[in-house]
């Protein structure tokens, strides 16, 4: 009962680091890194149920991110023609959606950092569902995965929390360093250009 009781408290803990760690547009950690210490840390714990929590919360703060980066990018900060080529992507998703679900799917399983994703998708005006449901999937697959391999890699090359921390700390700076730049190339890529023409080229 008083282990029941401890996971209960660590999954509503985990569900509130998460969400805020996915609300955050830059410098936060990635979430697969905190689900493999978790996994370093304590492997007896139930990775089916942590890694559910952990994708409802970061599947909820990315949407939030999503619709901040709408309300607070697009309609204030992107130019009429920045909007008009970023919506673009509507039809190229909407023409191939069951190509686009699965290369959602497949990202969402990535250790890829999703940040730039759901800024990106906020600038656009398609519906956050379409994205939401693939990512949550992904990410609870990725997140139990994460989990088991934080157990078995830690079991199998006897480390511990200190001794993978550079490798985290080296993804994390380098996938900062990535986001303005990242950013600035999905609003200057023309989406027209791409999906009617097959042609790759920036917006003069």
Not at 34 to 40: A, D, K, P, R, Y
Not at 44 to 55: G, Y
């Given at each position: 009962m008083t282990e029941l009781f401890d996971q209960s408290w660590l999954a509503v803990v985990l569900f509130l680091v998460v969400f805020v760690l996915n609300i955050l547009p830059a410098f936060a950690p990635p979430t697969w890194?905190?689900?493999?210490?978790?996994?370093?840390?304590?492997?007896?714990?139930?990775?089916?149920?942590?890694?559910?929590?952990?994708?409802?919360?970061?599947?909820?703060?990315?949407?939030?991110l999503a619709q901040l980066s709408h309300a607070l990018i697009r309609k204030r900060l992107l130019s009429e023609r920045a909007r008009r080529n970023v919506d673009a992507i509507r039809l190229g998703i909407e023409t191939r959606p069951m190509a686009t679900v699965g290369t959602l799917l497949g990202y969402a399983c990535s250790p890829l950092p999703s940040n730039y994703l759901f800024i990106a998708y906020g600038l656009t005006a398609l519906p956050l569902s379409f994205l939401a449901l693939p990512f949550f999937f992904g990410r609870f697959m990725s997140y139990a995965f994460w989990l088991w391999a934080g157990f078995a890699l830690g079991d199998a090359l006897d480390w511990d929390l200190l001794e993978t921390t550079p490798y985290f700390v080296g993804y994390y700076i380098l996938s900062q360093l990535l986001l303005v730049p990242a950013i600035y190339g999905f609003t200057r890529l023309d989406w027209h250009s791409l999906f009617a023409e097959r042609r790759l080229r920036w917006l003069r």
């Open positions: 890194t905190t689900m493999s210490f978790i996994g370093l840390a304590a492997p007896s714990l139930n990775f089916i149920l942590l890694a559910a929590v952990a994708a409802t919360a970061a599947t909820s703060g990315r949407v939030l």
